[in-house]
Structure formats: structure tokens, C-alpha cells
């Protein structure tokens, strides 16, 4: 396989790892998913991922609760799906490791930038949970911290939706697609691709962002490989 990135930070909602089901994980999913980065990890491409809590709690669900803790109980469900992803690419046989920002020994390593080098470098996919350990950051926020510490070539956002529209698809059937657009752009317009804060750290950085669809996780390799499809954002 001829890759254009050598090393990526891939970024999974939670709610992609739902399926149709909606919440929880669904299994075929996780499989289908964990063969497609086996092929990419075979091909000599370090990969770090970063997985989101939607499936389990979103913050916004807290209503009345402290921000603060809701934001929390969210980090914990990204622990979750950080070993749910773990256990489903062992099972294909790739090596893994789980790093969360929030200590937790006997679940996980703690959040070492060098020791995330070393395993990318000996070929062990890195999985971040925990968001960046502080509420009021998202998970699209740690991508893109974590992207920019371990020197990625690019995130690739993995989400329930093909690309990157002007309005929601699914209400309105004659939303405009974007194939390509900078993070300006994407500022100005307040477009969905990541929450602001992420956008601009990656414009900073100049971290290429590929958005496409998870529904069909080949997707993955064709990004890797250079193909055009969803939405490239850039400086």
C-alpha cells in the first residue's frame, strides 16, 4: 500500500462505534474497523487514535450537574472505548497500547509524550483516553493536542457524516458539500468539522485535518493513500 502520511492521528466518535444501535459499541463495527487499521499499520504507518464518549455521555446531558463532573464522567466513557478499541485490535493482532490523561495504573499508562514516541516508533498503535485530563476541552481538542505533540502528518476525523456540509444533511437535503476548505474558512463560516478551539490549534500547528465518513471504514486506507474524498482542511 502506497501511503501518503507516515504517521496520522485518527480521531473516532464515539457514537461511529454505536452503529445503528445508537449507544454501546457494536461489535461489528469494532471488527470492521480494527481490520482496516491492521492493513494500515502493516503498511509501515504509525497510528495514533483518539476516541470520543458519545456513545456513553455527553457532557450537555449533565443538564443541572457541574460542568465540571459531567465533563469528567465524559473522560471516563472515553476510557471505555479506549479498551474496547484495544481489545478489538489485539484480537487482529496489533500491538496496543492505551494512555489516559487521567491516571489510572491498573487500566491503562499515564500520559507520557516520549513513551507515546517510543511505542509509534516500534510499531504499537497509541490509544488516548481521557480527553486532555481538563474539563472544558473536547475531544476533538485532545486530537489536536495530541496530534501536534507526537508530530502526526495529519488527523484523520472519522465521523457519522461524509464531509463537511454548511448545514445538517440529514434536516436539509440540499446542504452544500465542501470538498475542500481552509481553517479560516472554516472559523469564519463557524462550520461542525471540530469545535474551535481544535481549528485553530491545528491552524497554528498547520495540521492537515481529512474528514470523511466512518460508515464504510475502507474509507480509512483511501484517505491514507492520497484519495479524495470528504473534506480536506488546511491553511
Not at 503498511?43 to 469528567?72: C, K, L, P, Y
Not at 495540521?207 to 470528504?230: S, T
Amino acid at each position: 500500500m502506497d501511503t501518503k502520511y507516515k504517521r496520522i492521528l485518527l480521531k473516532v466518535s464515539g457514537e461511529a462505534l454505536a452503529g445503528a444501535k445508537g449507544t454501546g459499541f457494536d461489535p461489528e463495527v469494532l471488527s470492521s474497523v480494527s481490520k482496516v487499521v491492521k492493513r494500515c499499520h502493516e503498511s509501515g504507518v504509525e497510528i495514533a487514535v483518539v476516541v470520543g464518549g458519545g456513545n456513553f455521555w455527553r457532557g450537555r446531558q449533565g443538564h443541572n450537574m457541574n460542568r465540571t463532573r459531567a465533563d469528567h464522567m465524559g473522560m471516563l466513557a472515553t476510557v471505555m472505548n479506549s479498551l474496547a478499541l484495544q481489545s478489538a485490535f489485539e484480537a487482529e493482532g496489533i500491538p496496543t497500547r492505551v494512555q489516559t490523561s487521567i491516571e489510572m495504573r491498573q487500566i491503562a499508562e499515564p500520559y507520557i509524550r516520549n513513551k507515546a514516541m517510543r511505542h509509534l516508533e516500534k510499531g504499537r498503535v497509541v490509544i488516548f483516553g481521557c480527553g486532555t485530563g481538563n474539563p472544558f476541552f473536547s475531544t476533538d481538542t485532545t486530537a489536536a493536542l495530541r496530534a501536534a505533540e507526537i508530530e502526526a502528518d495529519a488527523i484523520l476525523l472519522a465521523k457519522n457524516v461524509d464531509a463537511v456540509y454548511d448545514s445538517d444533511p440529514a434536516i436539509n437535503p440540499n446542504a452544500k458539500k465542501f470538498s475542500e476548505l481552509t481553517f479560516k474558512e472554516v472559523l469564519n463560516l463557524g462550520l461542525k468539522v471540530m469545535d474551535s478551539t481544535a481549528t485553530s490549534l491545528c491552524m497554528d500547528n498547520d495540521i492537515p485535518i481529512l474528514v470523511f465518513g466512518i460508515a464504510d471504514p475502507e474509507n480509512i486506507v483511501r484517505v491514507l493513500c492520497g484519495e479524495k474524498i470528504g473534506t480536506v482542511v488546511t491553511n
